[in-house]
């Protein structure tokens, strides 16, 4: 067997058997489930929690139709007609035997008045429909002052036409943008999360390496390039998997929840008729190129340090770059045409996410996202020739390390003449 | 010759690890590569194996270039200790044995051979981090050895053993020049060298200051020891010419002279001046060539 492909499934399997592979995939797919199953967690948890508000009616006409309106709008909100005094009501809140109590009034012009008390005025979802109730009932009463029908009211509250329609041929239409904003905003957190994440394994997994010293015996039976591209191919394969694993069980939790919850919560968010395979299969090439270009980046500086301990400090400046592009990429959610955002997607530290978030938001021509692209690929390569000779010769290298002298010793070591 | 090293050097920028080195390694022995901290026994090791490159000159193994290609016939122990602390020693000897490109039956035949020679059979499925010092050393011997392979580079394989281990360590090495590796290996331990090489070469700030069989380094040196045990004072003998050094000991003296003849003189000088034990000519030590050659030049 080839020693390149011995590395790769030595690096996939060890780290597919390693705890912190199971417990991650683990939680992902517990979180999965829990976002799949999010309204019939809801319910469970709201099922008897009925919020008790005492209604002390001063107008005496009020409480009538408030309760009415309260009664179409949800079950969760019992109002009580309460005949006691307000320091009563308040003895009751206080001990928790009602949850709170609203004062009702009319005002001069015949509009209702309410004061809300409760111990706490954290909670905004009872009083809120309080107030909407009461607001329609305002609105009820003015119209009738004015002597307006229901109809002519209705006229009234009727919400304008506004159409926004993109006149570029293939432009999205609000809707699809809506629905594209929400799978970009998914896909691009996904690529952020996962070039972070398998991109931090491997500087970690070349340091450990490094500073348990076997890597002196490794680069003694195979070259430092195919240890260096076996390893992040290893892990490449090991984030597929752990991908496959989590759609799979998303899938399977779907199927499995039934036909009644699946058009409810989360889910219906997603109408994933509208999802694109093109929009997918870009994903999947800027997820692997944008893994490839950070793996060897951090690849190469991880091999420079000497302790574990010392990786954090080191691949901070590298990070960065990818966080700077999730921030512009979420700018360019809601500014796709931004003069930053045309720019930044041509730096191919930037490209694999801001380059995304264009071609799922607006329609570019293809040679601009082939631009991209082919940017990012030769980026790859020149940190692949770069990052070998630094990682061969950083390897060798011990003791302290924190400067970008290092690269430099680094290559002088790794070099044929000197 | 097997393995050949033409004009060797390399320059870490304007500092010179090794300066123009000439060695053969004949086949099927063992090469004993001395040299203070810093001689550039390591730097020559990594040269052979091609982890770095050499600045000028040429390493051959049987007259081809070594490089990967040539991996599976090389052995290489580094001075520097290091397997996986979370991986079994199977685990560990499998994936090493198949970078050296064994297949896991061989692997596996091998290790459980090597293991019950050492005397460690239960180590198997035990993590490497749970092993004592001196038993991971032994894992670490086994890795650079599981391959059979041609060509074997130990550097510094005794240190930090206790003496039954490196009794231990010394005839596997020993048996395996018998079956027909050749053997290269630096100590700072010259009753090692002595004991187990046939050529040798002391390196001095990356330069040889002496190379060769062990029997001529001894020759050319030219000086000898002479050990003489008596019953009076032996002091006025380091008057003598021909004399280098004198040492009292508890029961008489070492002499270091710088010629055989020197003897003779000395031997004429003591009698009738009492009675003589013991009167001995000896070859020098390593230790003494060692200390000549490097020691002379950290005063």
């Given at each position: 067997?080839?020693?390149?492909?011995?590395?790769?499934?030595?690096?996939?399997?060890?780290?597919?058997?390693?705890?912190?592979?199971?417990?991650?995939?683990?939680?992902?797919?517990?979180?999965?489930?829990?976002?799949?199953?999010?309204?019939?967690?809801?319910?469970?948890?709201?099922?008897?929690?009925?919020?008790?508000?005492?209604?002390?009616?001063?107008?005496?006409?009020?409480?009538?139709?408030?309760?009415?309106?309260?009664?179409?709008?949800?079950?969760?909100?019992?109002?009580?007609?309460?005949?006691?005094?307000?320091?009563?009501?308040?003895?009751?809140?206080?001990?928790?035997?009602?949850?709170?109590?609203?004062?009702?009034?009319?005002?001069?012009?015949?509009?209702?008045?309410?004061?809300?008390?409760?111990?706490?005025?954290?909670?905004?979802?009872?009083?809120?429909?309080?107030?909407?109730?009461?607001?329609?009932?305002?609105?009820?009463?003015?119209?009738?002052?004015?002597?307006?029908?229901?109809?002519?009211?209705?006229?009234?509250?009727?919400?304008?036409?506004f159409n926004k329609v993109a006149l570029e041929e293939g432009a999205k239409t609000e809707d699809e943008l809506n629905q594209a904003r929400v799978f970009v905003y998914i896909l691009l957190f996904v690529i952020y999360f996962s070039v972070l994440f398998y991109g931090n394994m491997i500087a970690v997994e070349v340091a450990t390496e490094k500073a348990s010293r076997v890597m002196e015996i490794l680069i003694s039976s195979v070259s430092p390039v195919k240890q260096m591209f076996g390893k992040i191919l290893g892990v490449a394969l090991l984030g597929l998997t752990q991908y496959f694993l989590i759609l799979l069980s998303g899938f399977l939790f779907l199927r499995g929840s039934g036909s009644t919850t699946i058009n409810e919560g989360l889910v219906s968010f997603l109408d994933f008729s509208n999802l694109s395979l093109e929009l997918i299969g870009y994903a999947?090439?800027?997820?692997?190129?944008?893994?490839?270009?950070?793996?060897?980046?951090?690849?190469?500086?991880?091999?420079?340090?000497?302790?574990?301990?010392?990786?954090?400090?080191?691949?901070?400046?590298?990070?960065?770059?990818?966080?700077?592009?999730?921030?512009?990429?979420?700018?360019?959610?809601?500014?796709?045409?931004?003069?930053?955002?045309?720019?930044?997607?041509?730096?191919?530290?930037?490209?694999?996410?801001?380059?995304?978030?264009?071609?799922?938001?607006?329609?570019?021509?293809?040679?601009?996202?082939?631009?991209?692209?082919?940017?990012?690929?030769?980026?790859?390569?020149?940190?692949?020739?770069?990052?070998?000779?630094?990682?061969?010769?950083?390897?060798?290298?011990?003791?302290?390390?924190?400067?970008?002298?290092?690269?430099?010793?680094?290559?002088?070591?790794?070099?044929?003449?000197? | 010759?097997?393995?050949?090293?033409?004009?060797?050097?390399?320059?870490?920028?304007?500092?010179?690890?090794?300066?123009?080195?000439?060695?053969?390694?004949?086949?099927?022995?063992?090469?004993?590569?001395l040299g203070a901290n810093g001689a550039g026994k390591t730097t020559t090791f990594r040269m052979l194996l091609g982890l770095i490159d050499q600045t000028e000159g040429q390493i051959s193994w049987k007259g081809e270039k070594i490089n990967y290609d040539t991996s599976h016939l090389i052995g290489y122990l580094p001075e520097e200790r290091g397997l996986y602390p979370k991986l079994t020693v199977k685990d560990q000897l499998l994936y090493l044995g198949r970078l050296r490109g064994m297949k896991k039956t061989e692997i596996i035949q091998e290790m459980e051979n090597w293991l019950?020679?050492?005397?460690?059979?239960?180590?198997?499925?035990?993590?490497?981090?749970?092993?004592?010092?001196?038993?991971?050393?032994?894992?670490?011997?086994?890795?650079?050895?599981?391959?059979?392979?041609?060509?074997?580079?130990?550097?510094?394989?005794?240190?930090?053993?206790?003496?039954?281990?490196v009794e231990l360590l010394k005839e596997a090495v020993v048996d395996l020049k018998e079956k027909g590796t050749t053997i290269l290996f630096s100590s700072h331990r010259m009753e090692h060298v002595e004991e187990l090489c046939e050529h040798l070469c002391i390196l001095h700030k990356g330069k040889p200051v002496v190379a060769g069989s062990l029997k001529e380094v001894k020759r050319s040196f030219g000086k000898k020891n002479v050990f003489i045990d008596a019953e009076f004072d032996l002091s006025f003998l380091s008057e003598v010419e021909g004399v280098v050094k004198f040492k009292r000991t508890a029961r008489g003296a070492i002499i270091q002279i710088n010629d055989e003849s020197v003897s003779q003189r000395l031997f004429q000088q003591l009698s009738g001046k009492g009675f003589v034990r013991k009167f001995e000519l000896e070859e020098p030590s390593l230790n003494d060539i060692f200390i000549e050659k490097v020691g002379a030049s950290y005063e």
């Open positions: 067997m080839n020693k390149f492909w011995v590395v790769l499934f030595h690096t996939y399997l060890q780290r597919l058997k390693s705890k912190s592979f199971l417990i991650t995939t683990a939680i992902t797919i517990a979180l999965i489930y829990g976002l799949v199953n999010l309204p019939t967690i809801m319910d469970y948890f709201d099922k008897d929690k009925i919020e008790k508000v005492a209604v002390i009616d001063k107008s005496n006409v009020l409480f009538a139709p408030l309760q009415k309106q309260i009664e179409q709008m949800n079950g969760t909100i019992d109002l009580e007609h309460y005949e006691g005094t307000e320091d009563s009501a308040r003895t009751q809140v206080m001990e928790g035997e009602l949850d709170s109590y609203l004062i009702l009034k009319t005002n001069s012009k015949g509009f209702p008045e309410a004061t809300y008390k409760a111990k706490t005025v954290a909670e905004q979802r009872v009083p809120a429909d309080l107030e909407q109730a009461l607001q329609q009932i305002k609105g009820g009463i003015a119209a009738e002052q004015l002597g307006l029908s229901e109809a002519q009211i209705a006229e009234v509250y009727s919400p304008v036409d999947v090439i800027f997820f692997l190129l944008g893994y490839l270009l950070y793996a060897t980046l951090l690849a190469m500086v991880g091999s420079l340090v000497s302790r574990v301990e010392e990786v954090q400090q080191m691949i901070m400046p590298v990070q960065l770059f990818i966080i700077a592009a999730f921030f512009i990429a979420m700018y360019g959610l809601s500014n796709p045409e931004a003069g930053i955002v045309t720019a930044a997607s041509y730096f191919p530290l930037f490209t694999p996410i801001v380059m995304f978030l264009r071609i799922g938001m607006i329609n570019i021509p293809w040679w601009e996202a082939g631009l991209g692209i082919l940017l990012l690929i030769g980026s790859i390569v020149v940190c692949a020739l770069v990052g070998a000779k630094v990682y061969r010769g950083g390897v060798l290298m011990y003791g302290k390390s924190t400067s970008l002298k290092d690269f430099k010793r680094a290559l002088t070591l790794a070099k044929k003449e000197s | 010759m097997a393995l050949d090293i033409k004009d060797v050097t390399k320059r870490f920028g304007a500092f010179t690890a090794v300066d123009h080195l000439n060695l053969t390694v004949p086949e099927k022995e063992i090469f004993g590569l019950t020679r050492f005397k460690v059979p239960e180590y198997k499925n035990k993590k490497v981090e749970e092993l004592s010092k001196g038993n991971q050393q032994k894992i670490q011997f086994i890795a650079a050895v599981i391959h059979n392979p041609q060509l074997l580079i130990l550097d510094e394989p005794f240190s930090g053993l206790d003496p039954v281990n």
